[in-house]
């Protein structure tokens, strides 16, 4: 496949970017960095526009852009998670989300009821045809397309490493609610990826005086837990970046020199990790 070209026709759910110089073990995926909403989630999405923008990782996809330039593989994702949730299981469905599911309370999973701030994300309940579409045509696809790559590295290197690359608030919603760190590696205590792997954004980060904590406020999420597998040669982290770093929070604009300075820091994370030499399964 050609370096930038999308796939699943001309208006794909999603675009891989392969490796434009010596490839790497690395895949690096974002998938909520996306603004698109399909023609069919209208009928039933009225969460307010500037949570689209809110509860979308701006940016992330423009962060991590020079990826294939390091080696990696970037796998992207356009739609909104509104439309579809790529880091949640594809069981973790509220029963207000899709009509005569199993009692199951989960406002933030695989179709959003609700938004972070607590308005009303959608009129009624999908239908199952509805919530098979976006599994047929989003879900399905985008992990396929990832099992795919890791499983192509891992043949490739003995090994694959994912990077799954996501942003947050600076500070948790709420009043009094502290700030977050910089950086926060989520690997699910320490669990879904090798030392190597987890430490390398840690080790960055501290290199220019930003902060880290792991796995607070954020554990890893589906992907991470899902793919990372040391045991069978396949580590994945999850990297949460603090939007003050990069963006205007509230008027949800890049900071240029902020925002250059975080793009270089996940250029060099994104080589670092290609260049480790992990075991094989």
Request: proline share 7%; charged share 25%; net charge neutral.
């Amino acid at each position: 496949m050609e370096p930038g070209v999308p796939i699943l026709g001309p208006d794909p759910p999603f675009s891989v970017r392969e490796p434009e110089t010596d490839e790497t073990p690395v895949v690096v995926e974002i998938p909520h960095a996306g603004l698109r909403v399909t023609p069919g989630s209208l009928a039933t999405l009225i969460a307010p526009a500037r949570s689209l923008a809110l509860d979308a990782d701006l940016y992330v996809d423009q962060l991590y852009e020079d990826a294939p330039t390091h080696g990696a593989t970037l796998l992207v994702s356009h739609v909104s998670r509104y439309v579809c949730d790529l880091n949640r299981a594809e069981q973790d469905v509220d029963s207000r989300a899709v009509a005569g599911t199993a009692a199951h309370h989960s406002p933030h999973g695989l179709v959003w009821v609700a938004t972070t701030e607590g308005a009303p994300a959608l009129s009624r309940p999908l239908t199952r045809a509805e919530f098979r579409d976006r599994l047929e045509n989003i879900y399905l696809p985008y992990h396929r397309a990832l099992s795919a790559l890791l499983e192509r590295k891992r043949r490739t290197f003995g090994f694959a490493v994912l990077l799954c690359g996501h942003s947050m608030p600076s500070r948790a919603r709420g009043i009094g609610q502290r700030n977050r760190a910089d950086i926060v590696p989520g690997s699910r205590g320490r669990s879904t990826a090798a030392s190597d792997v987890i430490d390398c954004p840690d080790a960055l980060a501290r290199e220019l005086g930003w902060s880290v904590a792991h796995d607070d406020p954020y554990r890893g999420g589906f992907t991470t837990a899902h793919y990372g597998n040391p045991s069978l040669a396949v580590h994945a982290v999850q990297v949460e970046i603090s939007r003050k770093r990069y963006m205007d929070e509230i008027g949800l604009v890049k900071l240029s020199n902020e925002f250059e300075q975080v793009r270089q820091y996940c250029g060099r994370l994104v080589a670092r990790l290609g260049a480790l030499k992990l075991a094989s399964a």
